[in-house]
């Protein structure tokens, strides 16, 4: 079982990284890794998505159930895909107006060993640089507006 977890303190606050983090459909636009996302079904709680992963021009669709609770935590696991395992937490605390502490982990592991070989190192990177993209999306969308 691969696993990473980060901390970090943003600029910003828990109602703007919460958004950014539940905007799935745009995470083409910011995730690198990400070729496709689509939200398949949404309640007041839970929803569900299909996001499309591109490991070096191999990819590899999976669905995730997502329940989360505004502004303060959303729970990520795995329905389907090339995953045994998939399993992955934000949680979001105001520490002062306009700031947060963002942590983010995340556990995972390929089904298939061929995939695992090649997928693991690229997916590994990913993750690492999971909260910084999500920051760095929350200042391109408070430039804009």
């Known amino acids: 079982m691969h696993c990473f977890e980060e901390t970090r303190l943003l600029n910003c606050g828990s109602h703007d990284i919460f958004l950014v983090v539940m905007d799935i459909e745009r995470y083409p636009e910011f995730l690198p890794w990400v070729s ?8 007041d709680d839970q929803l569900s998505a299909e996001l499309v992963a591109d490991f070096s021009g191999m990819k590899y669709t999976f669905r995730t159930v997502d329940r989360f609770v505004v502004d303060r935590m959303v729970e990520i696991r795995l329905l389907d895909g090339p995953f045994r395992f998939l399993e992955s937490f934000w949680t979001f605390e105001t520490v002062e107006n306009n700031r947060c502490r963002v942590h983010f982990s995340i ?16 997916f590994t990177a990913a993750c690492k ?3 910084q993209a999500f920051e760095q999306r929350v200042y391109q969308c408070k430039k804009k507006i």
């Open 107 to 122: 556990e995972f592991e390929f089904k298939n060993i061929m995939v695992s070989l090649i997928a693991t190192p690229i």
């Open 129 to 131: 640089s999971m909260v």
């Open 36 to 43: 496709e996302a689509v939200v398949l079904t949404a309640g």
